[in-house]
């Protein structure tokens, strides 16, 4: 790792306009994390990913393409001089991950002759387990540093720990904006209790002051999980992708689609995205593609949006960016994304 610099000499090297060290964190910032306001934790993690994968090393992928943006924002202005640090991570998350994601691999086989590999499942729960233990004591302690927290996976299990530790911190409660072409609502999908595919279904049951629950670009689900969704009642509002298009489509500018669902949203919020509910010419190889979904301009939008309405965004995360097969392409959407997303919480806490 380089050395850490202070916060107003990574400004100055980064005003520099010349190419960041190759070591460096994200944009290219040799930040001392003390003296970042905002702070991402990476979390490579995706054992329970059910068709494509390459995520785990999607926070390393990102890292490097961010090196790559220019770092003025039309929208949010200059998010990097508030200070943005990566930290280093959660340790031997790497060698968990694998062995996890081999008996995944074993008990999602079994499943698909009829068989159920019960070691295996425990096995995995387990690991699902302490990844959820790891995430939530280190965006704790860093809440309790007074920092604010970003999260970049991994598949969509990986916040569960961070929205335990803000249900924590915030017992008053607070709503989740969640972008996704998936609800994400199943019940322990093939046998993980920690599904990505169940990530909302764990929040809404095991943490009763989350809600209400936002769910935009949405375009793939089960009747299971959209009755679900309906139990819910007021804990949970969806803007499907298709929805947002009738909208539009009878008249409504897309200012009053977002206005609409801003609306929705309490005082506090949580924004979990998902990089699939985008269309998928932006994240070719993210793990479970679907047609249609928000271009980058809405999302940004969105976001610009969701800061000026006064709202205080409390936490993200970035999840199922891949970086299997052509993923230069993907982690430089992500870059681009994680960037904005820092933007809109910087903002929306007085930073920038
Ligand atoms: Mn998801």
């Known amino acids: 790792m380089p050395e850490h610099l202070p916060l107003a000499k990574v400004i100055a090297e980064l005003e520099t306009g010349l190419p960041p060290h190759p070591d460096s964190g994200f944009l290219g910032a040799r930040l001392d994390p003390q003296e970042a306001a905002l702070v991402l934790l990476p979390v490579g993690w995706e054992v329970t990913t059910s068709y494509g ?25 200059n998010p990097y001089r508030a200070g943005i640090a990566l930290l280093p991570g959660i340790e031997t998350i790497e060698s968990r991950n694998e062995s996890a994601r081999a008996a995944a691999l074993r008990a999602i086989n079994a499943l698909e002759v009829g068989e159920r590999a019960e070691s295996e499942l425990e096995m995995v729960n387990q690991s699902c387990d302490w990844l959820n233990r790891q995430v939530y004591e280190q965006t704790k302690d860093e809440l309790g540093r007074g920092k604010l927290v970003g999260l970049v996976g991994g598949d969509h299990s990986v916040p569960f720990g961070f929205l335990q530790a803000l249900a924590e911190a915030h017992p008053e409660g607070f709503g989740v904006l969640h972008i996704d072409a998936h609800l994400d609502l199943r019940v322990a999908y ?40 309906s139990a819910l009642g007021e804990r949970n509002n969806i803007f499907s992708s298709y929805d947002l298009f009738r909208r539009k489509a009878s008249g409504d500018s897309f200012s009053q689609v977002v206005e609409a669902i801003i609306s929705s949203l309490p005082q506090q919020v949580y924004v979990s995205f998902d990089i699939d509910g985008l269309d998928p010419a932006c994240c070719p190889g993210t793990g479970t593609p679907v047609p249609g979904g928000l271009q980058f301009e809405e999302a940004a939008y969105l976001l610009e949006a969701l800061a000026a309405s006064g709202r205080q965004l409390i936490g993200f995360d970035l999840c199922e960016v891949s970086s299997a097969g052509d993923g230069e392409w993907d982690a430089n959407v992500g870059a681009r994304l994680l960037y904005k997303l820092c933007g809109a919480m910087l903002r929306s806490q007085g930073f920038c």
């Open 53 to 77: 994968g390459g995520t785990a090393i999607a926070p390393e992928a990102i890292r490097t393409a961010s090196h790559q943006l220019d770092l003025e924002d039309e929208a949010f202005g």
């Open 190 to 229: 093939e046998g993980f209790s920690w599904s990505h595919a169940s990530i909302f279904h764990n929040v809404m049951e095991r943490l009763d002051n989350v809600g209400p629950l936002v769910q935009i670009a949405i375009r793939d689900y089960s009747r299971a999980e959209r009755a679900y969704a």
